[in-house]
Protein backbone atom coordinates (compact mmCIF):
# COMPACT_ATOMS: atom_id res chain seq x y z
CA UNK A 1 0.00 0.00 0.00
CA UNK A 2 1.15 3.72 -0.93
CA UNK A 3 2.31 5.64 1.70
CA UNK A 4 -0.91 7.77 3.58
CA UNK A 5 0.09 11.35 1.96
CA UNK A 6 -3.53 12.44 0.23
CA UNK A 7 -4.99 15.17 2.57
CA UNK A 8 -2.42 18.18 0.98
CA UNK A 9 -1.35 15.24 -1.79
CA UNK A 10 1.91 15.96 -2.88
CA UNK A 11 4.21 17.71 -4.78
CA UNK A 12 7.19 18.03 -7.40
CA UNK A 13 8.29 21.45 -6.12
CA UNK A 14 11.49 21.05 -4.25
CA UNK A 15 10.74 24.45 -2.27
CA UNK A 16 7.63 23.28 -1.26
CA UNK A 17 8.59 19.69 0.53
CA UNK A 18 9.68 20.82 3.83
CA UNK A 19 6.08 22.74 4.33
CA UNK A 20 4.26 19.80 2.87
CA UNK A 21 5.91 17.37 4.52
CA UNK A 22 4.95 19.67 7.83
CA UNK A 23 1.14 19.93 6.76
CA UNK A 24 0.78 16.45 6.06
CA UNK A 25 2.42 15.58 9.79
CA UNK A 26 0.24 18.20 11.26
CA UNK A 27 -2.99 16.42 8.95
CA UNK A 28 -2.30 13.03 10.61
CA UNK A 29 -2.19 14.30 14.10
CA UNK A 30 -5.51 16.29 13.60
CA UNK A 31 -7.11 13.43 11.83
CA UNK A 32 -5.80 11.15 15.30
CA UNK A 33 -7.44 13.73 17.61
CA UNK A 34 -10.38 13.84 15.70
CA UNK A 35 -10.41 17.81 15.61
CA UNK A 36 -8.07 20.86 14.38
CA UNK A 37 -4.92 21.49 17.30
CA UNK A 38 -5.69 24.19 19.54
CA UNK A 39 -4.31 27.59 18.73
CA UNK A 40 -3.73 29.49 22.09
CA UNK A 41 -5.06 33.12 21.62
CA UNK A 42 -5.33 35.47 24.58
CA UNK A 43 -8.55 34.96 25.35
CA UNK A 44 -7.60 31.38 26.08
CA UNK A 45 -4.63 32.45 29.08
CA UNK A 46 -7.89 34.67 30.01
CA UNK A 47 -10.30 31.79 30.12
CA UNK A 48 -7.77 29.75 31.57
CA UNK A 49 -6.84 31.92 34.57
CA UNK A 50 -10.58 32.42 35.12
CA UNK A 51 -11.56 28.47 35.63
CA UNK A 52 -8.40 28.39 37.86
CA UNK A 53 -9.59 30.56 39.90
CA UNK A 54 -13.65 29.53 40.30
CA UNK A 55 -12.78 25.97 40.07
CA UNK A 56 -10.38 26.61 43.71
CA UNK A 57 -12.49 28.49 45.06
CA UNK A 58 -15.46 26.48 44.93
CA UNK A 59 -13.22 23.13 45.93
CA UNK A 60 -12.29 25.40 48.57
CA UNK A 61 -15.67 26.06 49.95
CA UNK A 62 -16.68 22.79 49.43
CA UNK A 63 -14.08 21.08 51.47
CA UNK A 64 -14.22 24.06 54.24
CA UNK A 65 -18.19 25.16 53.85
CA UNK A 66 -19.59 21.35 54.73
CA UNK A 67 -19.39 22.11 58.63
CA UNK A 68 -19.54 25.74 58.71
CA UNK A 69 -23.46 27.16 58.94
CA UNK A 70 -23.91 30.24 56.34
CA UNK A 71 -20.43 31.27 54.90
CA UNK A 72 -19.80 33.56 52.10
CA UNK A 73 -18.94 32.47 49.23
CA UNK A 74 -15.84 33.75 47.17
CA UNK A 75 -16.99 35.06 44.56
CA UNK A 76 -19.00 37.85 46.75
CA UNK A 77 -16.28 38.02 49.37
CA UNK A 78 -13.73 39.13 46.27
CA UNK A 79 -16.48 41.19 44.65
CA UNK A 80 -16.90 42.83 48.62
CA UNK A 81 -13.02 43.59 48.80
CA UNK A 82 -12.78 44.89 44.95
CA UNK A 83 -12.56 48.67 45.63
CA UNK A 84 -9.62 47.83 48.06
CA UNK A 85 -7.63 45.60 45.92
CA UNK A 86 -8.25 47.11 42.60
CA UNK A 87 -6.78 51.06 44.52
CA UNK A 88 -3.36 48.64 45.79
CA UNK A 89 -3.84 47.70 41.90
CA UNK A 90 -3.70 51.10 40.63
CA UNK A 91 -1.27 51.91 42.95
CA UNK A 92 1.12 49.57 41.41
CA UNK A 93 0.34 50.70 38.16
CA UNK A 94 1.40 54.66 39.44
CA UNK A 95 4.92 52.87 40.95
CA UNK A 96 5.54 51.17 37.52
CA UNK A 97 4.93 54.79 35.78
CA UNK A 98 7.02 56.87 38.29
CA UNK A 99 9.87 54.28 38.00
CA UNK A 100 9.95 53.66 34.10
CA UNK A 101 9.21 57.94 34.12
CA UNK A 102 12.89 58.54 35.96
CA UNK A 103 14.64 55.09 34.30
CA UNK A 104 13.86 55.86 31.10
CA UNK A 105 14.99 59.71 31.45
CA UNK A 106 18.35 58.35 33.71
CA UNK A 107 18.95 55.52 32.00
CA UNK A 108 18.78 57.22 28.43
CA UNK A 109 21.29 59.42 29.96
CA UNK A 110 22.97 56.89 31.01
CA UNK A 111 22.89 55.17 27.38
CA UNK A 112 24.24 58.34 25.93
CA UNK A 113 27.08 58.42 28.00
CA UNK A 114 28.18 55.19 27.33
CA UNK A 115 29.13 55.42 24.01
CA UNK A 116 31.32 59.07 25.44
CA UNK A 117 34.37 59.90 23.49
CA UNK A 118 35.73 60.94 27.03
CA UNK A 119 37.19 57.54 28.74
CA UNK A 120 36.14 58.14 32.38
CA UNK A 121 32.38 59.10 31.17
CA UNK A 122 31.61 56.42 29.06
CA UNK A 123 34.26 54.01 32.19
CA UNK A 124 32.08 55.10 34.73
CA UNK A 125 28.58 55.29 32.83
CA UNK A 126 29.32 51.76 31.84
CA UNK A 127 30.44 50.98 35.66
CA UNK A 128 26.99 52.34 36.79
CA UNK A 129 25.07 50.28 33.95
CA UNK A 130 26.37 47.05 34.64
CA UNK A 131 26.53 47.45 38.51
CA UNK A 132 22.77 47.93 38.39
CA UNK A 133 21.54 45.43 35.14
CA UNK A 134 23.39 42.90 37.49
CA UNK A 135 22.38 43.38 40.77
CA UNK A 136 18.74 41.25 42.31
CA UNK A 137 15.99 43.90 41.95
CA UNK A 138 15.06 43.17 45.38
CA UNK A 139 18.50 43.90 47.00
CA UNK A 140 18.07 47.64 45.26
CA UNK A 141 14.55 47.65 47.17
CA UNK A 142 16.27 46.81 50.08
CA UNK A 143 19.33 48.90 49.95
CA UNK A 144 16.51 52.51 49.15
CA UNK A 145 14.66 51.27 51.73
CA UNK A 146 17.42 51.37 54.35
CA UNK A 147 19.95 53.88 52.92
CA UNK A 148 17.50 56.36 52.07
CA UNK A 149 16.21 58.66 54.91
CA UNK A 150 12.90 58.95 55.51
CA UNK A 151 12.46 62.78 55.25
CA UNK A 152 14.60 65.57 53.77
CA UNK A 153 15.63 68.75 55.57
CA UNK A 154 16.84 71.45 52.69
CA UNK A 155 17.50 75.03 53.78
CA UNK A 156 15.31 74.19 56.79
CA UNK A 157 12.44 72.75 54.83
CA UNK A 158 12.11 68.94 55.89
CA UNK A 159 10.80 67.05 52.83
CA UNK A 160 8.99 64.01 53.73
CA UNK A 161 10.32 60.82 52.10
CA UNK A 162 7.94 57.81 52.03
CA UNK A 163 8.42 54.28 51.83
CA UNK A 164 6.63 54.38 48.46
CA UNK A 165 8.72 56.87 46.83
CA UNK A 166 11.94 55.19 47.99
CA UNK A 167 10.23 52.20 46.32
CA UNK A 168 10.11 53.85 43.32
CA UNK A 169 13.66 54.69 43.33
CA UNK A 170 14.95 51.53 44.12
CA UNK A 171 12.74 49.84 41.04
CA UNK A 172 13.80 52.82 38.90
CA UNK A 173 17.56 51.98 39.34
CA UNK A 174 17.17 48.40 36.93
CA UNK A 175 15.25 50.27 35.23
CA UNK A 176 17.47 53.02 34.45
CA UNK A 177 20.44 49.85 33.91
CA UNK A 178 18.19 47.86 31.27
CA UNK A 179 17.60 51.43 29.32
CA UNK A 180 21.10 52.21 29.33
CA UNK A 181 21.74 49.43 27.31
CA UNK A 182 18.75 49.30 25.25
CA UNK A 183 19.72 53.14 24.15
CA UNK A 184 23.43 52.26 23.86
CA UNK A 185 22.59 48.93 21.77
CA UNK A 186 20.28 50.97 19.55
CA UNK A 187 22.83 54.17 18.75
CA UNK A 188 25.58 51.17 17.71
CA UNK A 189 22.91 49.83 15.70
CA UNK A 190 22.63 52.68 13.30
CA UNK A 191 25.04 52.05 10.33
CA UNK A 192 27.89 54.25 10.69
CA UNK A 193 27.14 55.39 7.64
CA UNK A 194 24.35 57.74 9.12
CA UNK A 195 27.54 59.38 11.28
CA UNK A 196 30.08 59.77 8.37
CA UNK A 197 27.03 61.35 6.24
CA UNK A 198 26.09 63.83 9.01
CA UNK A 199 30.13 64.63 9.64
CA UNK A 200 30.60 65.01 6.17
CA UNK A 201 27.84 68.21 6.12
CA UNK A 202 29.36 69.32 9.31
CA UNK A 203 27.19 68.46 11.81
CA UNK A 204 28.04 68.66 15.24
CA UNK A 205 28.64 65.37 17.25
CA UNK A 206 25.68 66.50 19.01
CA UNK A 207 23.43 67.66 16.60
CA UNK A 208 24.15 64.02 14.71
CA UNK A 209 23.07 62.46 18.36
CA UNK A 210 19.89 64.56 18.55
CA UNK A 211 18.66 65.29 15.16
CA UNK A 212 20.13 61.94 13.16
CA UNK A 213 20.58 59.10 15.16
CA UNK A 214 18.48 59.26 18.37
CA UNK A 215 14.88 60.01 16.54
CA UNK A 216 16.11 56.54 14.25
CA UNK A 217 16.89 54.27 17.61
CA UNK A 218 13.21 55.18 19.33
CA UNK A 219 11.61 52.32 16.66
CA UNK A 220 14.21 50.45 17.71
CA UNK A 221 13.83 50.70 21.32
CA UNK A 222 10.28 50.59 21.73
CA UNK A 223 9.69 46.88 21.61
CA UNK A 224 12.50 45.67 24.48
CA UNK A 225 11.47 49.18 26.62
CA UNK A 226 7.50 47.94 26.04
CA UNK A 227 9.01 44.58 26.90
CA UNK A 228 11.36 46.13 30.10
CA UNK A 229 8.16 48.27 31.25
CA UNK A 230 5.73 44.80 31.45
CA UNK A 231 8.83 43.26 33.55
CA UNK A 232 8.55 46.49 36.13
CA UNK A 233 4.68 46.48 36.72
CA UNK A 234 5.03 42.77 37.70
CA UNK A 235 8.52 43.59 39.74
CA UNK A 236 6.03 46.30 41.44
CA UNK A 237 4.64 43.18 44.03
CA UNK A 238 8.28 43.28 45.32
CA UNK A 239 7.26 47.09 46.96
CA UNK A 240 5.11 44.56 49.50
CA UNK A 241 8.03 43.50 51.19
CA UNK A 242 9.02 46.27 52.40
CA UNK A 243 5.61 47.45 53.26
CA UNK A 244 4.29 49.40 50.85
CA UNK A 245 0.53 49.63 50.45
CA UNK A 246 0.18 48.06 47.21
CA UNK A 247 -1.89 45.20 45.88
CA UNK A 248 0.27 42.27 47.55
CA UNK A 249 0.24 44.06 51.28
CA UNK A 250 -3.72 44.66 50.63
CA UNK A 251 -4.59 41.23 49.71
CA UNK A 252 -2.73 40.07 52.78
CA UNK A 253 -4.01 42.30 55.00
CA UNK A 254 -7.72 41.43 53.82
CA UNK A 255 -6.72 37.43 53.68
CA UNK A 256 -5.90 38.59 57.47
CA UNK A 257 -9.08 40.08 58.07
CA UNK A 258 -10.86 37.52 56.53
CA UNK A 259 -9.00 34.90 58.26
CA UNK A 260 -10.40 32.08 56.32
CA UNK A 261 -7.50 30.10 54.57
CA UNK A 262 -9.60 28.95 51.93
CA UNK A 263 -9.80 32.42 50.43
CA UNK A 264 -5.92 32.41 50.15
CA UNK A 265 -5.78 30.47 46.67
CA UNK A 266 -8.52 32.52 44.81
CA UNK A 267 -7.30 35.79 46.13
CA UNK A 268 -3.70 35.49 44.95
CA UNK A 269 -5.40 34.32 41.83
CA UNK A 270 -7.31 37.11 41.57
CA UNK A 271 -4.37 39.38 41.64
CA UNK A 272 -2.49 37.39 39.48
CA UNK A 273 -5.62 37.73 36.78
CA UNK A 274 -5.14 41.08 37.46
CA UNK A 275 -1.68 41.77 36.61
CA UNK A 276 -2.20 39.09 33.42
CA UNK A 277 -4.99 41.24 31.96
CA UNK A 278 -2.74 44.16 32.18
CA UNK A 279 0.92 42.78 30.69
CA UNK A 280 -0.43 40.50 28.33
CA UNK A 281 -1.84 43.16 26.00
CA UNK A 282 1.52 44.90 26.14
CA UNK A 283 3.27 41.97 25.73
CA UNK A 284 1.28 40.93 22.24
CA UNK A 285 1.55 44.84 21.03
CA UNK A 286 5.63 44.26 21.49
CA UNK A 287 5.45 41.26 19.49
CA UNK A 288 3.27 43.00 17.16
CA UNK A 289 5.82 45.98 16.53
CA UNK A 290 8.61 43.77 16.48
CA UNK A 291 7.38 41.83 13.64
CA UNK A 292 6.54 45.08 11.86
CA UNK A 293 9.84 46.45 12.78
CA UNK A 294 11.55 43.49 11.17
CA UNK A 295 10.12 43.58 8.04
CA UNK A 296 10.64 46.89 7.45
CA UNK A 297 14.66 47.58 8.08
CA UNK B 1 41.12 89.26 1.75
CA UNK B 2 42.61 88.19 -2.09
CA UNK B 3 38.85 89.03 -4.13
CA UNK B 4 36.22 89.60 -2.44
CA UNK B 5 34.12 88.71 -5.51
CA UNK B 6 35.42 85.23 -4.67
CA UNK B 7 32.69 83.69 -2.15
CA UNK B 8 34.79 80.63 -1.26
CA UNK B 9 38.35 82.73 -0.79
CA UNK B 10 35.81 85.20 1.94
CA UNK B 11 34.53 82.52 3.35
CA UNK B 12 37.67 80.27 4.20
CA UNK B 13 40.14 81.36 6.82
CA UNK B 14 43.61 81.14 5.55
CA UNK B 15 44.34 84.56 4.00
CA UNK B 16 47.66 83.19 1.85
CA UNK B 17 45.28 80.77 -0.27
CA UNK B 18 44.46 82.27 -3.46
CA UNK B 19 42.24 80.79 -6.08
CA UNK B 20 45.20 80.09 -8.30
CA UNK B 21 46.84 77.87 -6.00
CA UNK B 22 45.77 74.26 -5.87
CA UNK B 23 42.48 74.21 -3.79
CA UNK B 24 43.33 70.48 -2.53
CA UNK B 25 47.06 70.15 -2.13
CA UNK B 26 48.00 66.68 -0.53
CA UNK B 27 51.54 65.88 0.16
CA UNK B 28 53.36 62.14 0.93
CA UNK B 29 50.05 61.22 3.05
CA UNK B 30 50.69 57.88 5.10
CA UNK B 31 47.65 55.95 6.56
CA UNK B 32 47.74 52.71 8.52
CA UNK B 33 45.05 50.77 10.23
CA UNK B 34 46.68 48.63 12.50
CA UNK B 35 49.45 46.58 10.86
CA UNK B 36 48.21 47.41 7.16
CA UNK B 37 49.64 50.76 5.52
CA UNK B 38 46.37 51.66 3.15
CA UNK B 39 48.24 55.28 2.30
CA UNK B 40 51.84 54.85 1.19
CA UNK B 41 52.64 58.50 0.64
CA UNK B 42 50.59 60.41 -1.69
CA UNK B 43 51.24 63.12 -3.40
CA UNK B 44 48.83 65.27 -5.85
CA UNK B 45 47.17 68.68 -6.67
CA UNK B 46 43.67 69.84 -7.37
CA UNK B 47 43.35 72.83 -9.01
CA UNK B 48 39.93 74.77 -8.44
CA UNK B 49 37.32 73.52 -11.12
CA UNK B 50 39.14 70.80 -11.80
CA UNK B 51 37.58 67.14 -11.77
CA UNK B 52 39.89 64.03 -11.27
CA UNK B 53 39.22 60.62 -11.69
CA UNK B 54 41.03 58.16 -9.09
CA UNK B 55 40.84 54.28 -10.11
CA UNK B 56 42.10 51.29 -8.82
CA UNK B 57 42.16 47.99 -7.80
CA UNK B 58 39.71 47.48 -4.06
CA UNK B 59 41.55 48.23 -0.86
CA UNK B 60 44.01 50.17 -3.19
CA UNK B 61 43.17 53.18 -0.52
CA UNK B 62 41.01 55.22 -2.78
CA UNK B 63 38.26 55.50 -0.52
CA UNK B 64 40.45 56.11 2.37
CA UNK B 65 42.01 59.12 0.71
CA UNK B 66 38.80 60.55 -0.28
CA UNK B 67 38.13 60.31 3.59
CA UNK B 68 41.07 62.07 4.98
CA UNK B 69 40.79 65.13 2.88
CA UNK B 70 37.46 65.62 5.19
CA UNK B 71 39.21 64.40 7.72
CA UNK B 72 36.62 61.34 8.37
CA UNK B 73 40.02 59.68 8.73
CA UNK B 74 42.82 61.34 10.42
CA UNK B 75 46.34 60.80 9.09
CA UNK B 76 49.07 59.59 10.30
CA UNK B 77 52.02 61.31 8.11
CA UNK B 78 52.22 63.75 5.34
CA UNK B 79 49.92 67.24 4.81
CA UNK B 80 46.25 67.71 3.65
CA UNK B 81 45.12 71.41 2.52
CA UNK B 82 42.00 72.08 1.59
CA UNK B 83 41.67 76.17 0.11
CA UNK B 84 45.18 76.80 2.76
CA UNK B 85 43.46 75.01 5.53
CA UNK B 86 45.95 72.56 6.85
CA UNK B 87 43.73 68.97 7.51
CA UNK B 88 46.30 67.73 9.11
CA UNK B 89 46.85 69.71 12.37
CA UNK B 90 45.47 68.68 15.22
CA UNK B 91 44.13 72.30 16.25
CA UNK B 92 42.02 71.99 12.79
CA UNK B 93 38.29 73.33 12.75
CA UNK B 94 36.50 70.08 11.33
CA UNK B 95 33.53 71.89 11.16
CA UNK B 96 34.75 74.82 8.70
CA UNK B 97 36.55 72.45 6.43
CA UNK B 98 33.43 69.98 6.53
CA UNK B 99 31.27 73.14 4.83
CA UNK B 100 34.15 73.83 2.23
CA UNK B 101 34.03 70.05 1.25
CA UNK B 102 31.19 68.21 0.08
CA UNK B 103 30.62 64.43 0.15
CA UNK B 104 28.73 61.79 -1.54
CA UNK B 105 28.57 57.67 -0.73
CA UNK B 106 28.20 54.63 -2.39
CA UNK B 107 25.52 53.87 -0.14
CA UNK B 108 23.55 57.66 -0.31
CA UNK B 109 23.38 57.64 3.44
CA UNK B 110 20.33 59.52 3.15
CA UNK B 111 18.17 60.06 6.77
CA UNK B 112 15.57 57.78 6.38
CA UNK B 113 13.66 59.83 9.03
CA UNK B 114 13.89 62.05 7.10
CA UNK B 115 11.78 63.47 3.51
CA UNK B 116 14.38 64.25 0.63
CA UNK B 117 13.33 67.91 0.95
CA UNK B 118 14.40 67.51 4.71
CA UNK B 119 17.37 65.75 4.16
CA UNK B 120 18.57 68.47 1.87
CA UNK B 121 17.32 71.46 4.04
CA UNK B 122 19.14 69.96 7.46
CA UNK B 123 22.49 70.83 7.45
CA UNK B 124 22.11 74.69 5.99
CA UNK B 125 19.26 75.59 8.58
CA UNK B 126 20.77 73.69 11.39
CA UNK B 127 24.67 74.02 10.58
CA UNK B 128 24.78 77.17 8.29
CA UNK B 129 22.19 78.64 10.35
CA UNK B 130 20.35 80.17 7.12
CA UNK B 131 17.04 81.27 7.09
CA UNK B 132 14.49 78.45 6.76
CA UNK B 133 12.24 79.64 3.90
CA UNK B 134 15.09 80.72 1.99
CA UNK B 135 16.95 77.53 2.45
CA UNK B 136 13.76 75.92 1.35
CA UNK B 137 13.46 77.51 -1.79
CA UNK B 138 17.08 76.57 -2.62
CA UNK B 139 16.39 72.95 -1.49
CA UNK B 140 13.17 72.66 -4.38
CA UNK B 141 15.82 74.24 -6.79
CA UNK B 142 18.47 71.75 -6.31
CA UNK B 143 15.56 69.01 -6.14
CA UNK B 144 14.93 70.06 -9.80
CA UNK B 145 18.47 70.57 -10.79
CA UNK B 146 18.97 66.71 -10.23
CA UNK B 147 15.23 66.16 -11.85
CA UNK B 148 13.78 65.09 -8.67
CA UNK B 149 10.89 67.71 -8.79
CA UNK B 150 7.75 66.43 -7.39
CA UNK B 151 9.62 64.05 -4.81
CA UNK B 152 10.26 66.68 -1.75
CA UNK B 153 7.99 64.96 0.42
CA UNK B 154 9.48 61.41 -0.32
CA UNK B 155 11.43 59.38 1.98
CA UNK B 156 14.51 57.74 0.81
CA UNK B 157 12.76 54.05 1.26
CA UNK B 158 10.23 55.67 -1.34
CA UNK B 159 12.70 56.20 -4.22
CA UNK B 160 14.55 54.15 -6.30
CA UNK B 161 19.13 53.77 -5.82
CA UNK B 162 19.59 56.29 -8.10
CA UNK B 163 17.29 59.11 -7.14
CA UNK B 164 18.10 58.29 -3.32
CA UNK B 165 21.80 59.14 -4.87
CA UNK B 166 20.97 62.15 -6.48
CA UNK B 167 19.12 63.37 -3.74
CA UNK B 168 22.48 62.83 -1.30
CA UNK B 169 24.33 64.92 -4.46
CA UNK B 170 21.92 67.98 -3.64
CA UNK B 171 21.94 67.53 -0.12
CA UNK B 172 25.87 67.99 -0.33
CA UNK B 173 25.40 70.85 -3.20
CA UNK B 174 23.00 72.53 -0.29
CA UNK B 175 25.92 73.37 1.55
CA UNK B 176 27.24 75.41 -1.31
CA UNK B 177 30.59 73.18 -0.68
CA UNK B 178 34.38 73.91 -3.35
CA UNK B 179 34.85 70.78 -3.37
CA UNK B 180 32.83 67.71 -3.94
CA UNK B 181 33.91 64.24 -3.15
CA UNK B 182 32.21 61.24 -4.49
CA UNK B 183 33.46 57.27 -3.62
CA UNK B 184 32.37 55.36 -5.54
CA UNK B 185 29.34 56.77 -6.12
CA UNK B 186 27.47 54.43 -8.96
CA UNK B 187 28.99 50.86 -7.36
CA UNK B 188 25.56 50.76 -5.44
CA UNK B 189 23.31 51.58 -8.28
CA UNK B 190 20.78 49.18 -11.03
CA UNK B 191 22.41 49.69 -14.11
CA UNK B 192 19.49 50.94 -15.27
CA UNK B 193 19.93 53.88 -12.69
CA UNK B 194 23.50 54.48 -12.92
CA UNK B 195 23.55 56.68 -15.90
CA UNK B 196 20.94 59.24 -14.44
CA UNK B 197 23.62 60.16 -11.68
CA UNK B 198 26.22 60.31 -13.81
CA UNK B 199 24.19 62.94 -16.05
CA UNK B 200 23.80 64.50 -12.98
CA UNK B 201 27.24 64.34 -11.77
CA UNK B 202 28.37 65.72 -15.24
CA UNK B 203 26.14 68.66 -15.51
CA UNK B 204 28.27 69.62 -11.78
CA UNK B 205 31.22 69.10 -13.62
CA UNK B 206 30.96 71.10 -16.31
CA UNK B 207 29.46 73.97 -13.98
CA UNK B 208 32.92 74.47 -13.22
CA UNK B 209 32.43 72.68 -9.77
CA UNK B 210 35.94 71.27 -8.30
CA UNK B 211 35.24 67.26 -8.43
CA UNK B 212 37.18 64.70 -7.05
CA UNK B 213 35.75 60.77 -7.67
CA UNK B 214 36.55 57.59 -6.96
CA UNK B 215 35.06 55.58 -9.98
CA UNK B 216 35.06 52.26 -11.77
CA UNK B 217 32.60 53.62 -15.05
CA UNK B 218 35.67 53.66 -17.25
CA UNK B 219 33.78 55.36 -20.06
CA UNK B 220 32.64 57.96 -17.73
CA UNK B 221 36.12 58.84 -16.19
CA UNK B 222 37.45 59.27 -19.64
CA UNK B 223 34.77 61.86 -20.90
CA UNK B 224 34.67 64.18 -17.87
CA UNK B 225 37.83 63.82 -16.00
CA UNK B 226 40.83 66.47 -16.17
CA UNK B 227 43.42 64.41 -14.93
CA UNK B 228 43.29 60.46 -13.95
CA UNK B 229 45.41 59.05 -11.62
CA UNK B 230 45.74 54.99 -10.58
CA UNK B 231 46.60 54.08 -7.22
CA UNK B 232 48.03 50.44 -6.19
CA UNK B 233 48.49 49.33 -3.14
CA UNK B 234 48.59 52.83 -1.34
CA UNK B 235 50.53 54.94 -3.87
CA UNK B 236 49.88 56.90 -6.90
CA UNK B 237 51.30 54.55 -10.00
CA UNK B 238 50.54 56.52 -12.81
CA UNK B 239 48.82 59.33 -13.83
CA UNK B 240 47.64 61.86 -16.80
CA UNK B 241 45.16 63.39 -18.61
CA UNK B 242 42.88 60.83 -19.78
CA UNK B 243 43.13 60.80 -23.49
CA UNK B 244 47.08 59.61 -22.82
CA UNK B 245 46.28 57.60 -19.62
CA UNK B 246 43.46 55.27 -21.11
CA UNK B 247 45.11 54.97 -24.95
CA UNK B 248 48.63 54.52 -23.59
CA UNK B 249 49.51 53.56 -20.05
CA UNK B 250 52.76 53.06 -19.52
CA UNK B 251 53.14 51.32 -15.98
CA UNK B 252 52.72 47.73 -16.32
CA UNK B 253 50.09 47.34 -13.25
CA UNK B 254 48.48 50.63 -15.19
CA UNK B 255 48.03 47.90 -18.20
CA UNK B 256 47.18 44.93 -16.10
CA UNK B 257 44.21 46.87 -14.38
CA UNK B 258 42.70 48.28 -17.76
CA UNK B 259 43.40 45.26 -19.45
CA UNK B 260 40.93 43.45 -16.79
CA UNK B 261 37.96 46.46 -16.83
CA UNK B 262 38.19 47.50 -19.98
Not at chain 1, 85 to 107: D, E, H
Not at chain 1, 190 to 210: D, N, T
Not at chain 2, 112 to 125: E, G, R, S
Given at each position: MAKRHDVYGTTDLPVLLPAAERLNRQAAAERVLGAPKLRLRAWHGLALAAVIVLWTSFVWAQADG???????????????????????????????????????????????????????????????????????????????????????????????????????????????????????????????????????????????????????????????????????????????????????????????????????????????????????????????????????? | MPSSSNAAAARHADANWTPDQPIVAIRNVHKSFGDFEVLRGITFDVMKGDVICIIGASGSGKSTLLRCINALVPIDSGSIKVEGQEVHQPNLNTL?????????????????????????????????????????ERARRLLAKVRLEGKEDAYPGELSGGQQQRVAIARSLAMNPDVMLFDEVTSALDPETVNEVLLTIRELAEEGMTCMLVTHEMGFAREVADHMYFTDRGIIVEHGPPQEFFANPKDERTKAFLGQIL
Open positions: AGNEQQESVISAIWRWLPVLLGGFVFNIAISFLSMGIGTVAGTLLGIMQISQVWPVRGSSWLVTQFFRNAPWLVLLFFCMFLLPFEFTVFGVTIPFPDWIKAVIGLALPVMANVSEIVRGAIQSIPSGQWEAAHSLAFSRWQILSQIILPQCVKRMLPPWMNLYAILTMATVLASVVGVGEVMTLTQRVLAAENRPEFLVPFYGFVMLLFFAYCYPIARTTQKLELRYAVKQ | ALRKKVGMVFQQFNLFPHKTALQNIMMAPVQVLKQDKDAVR
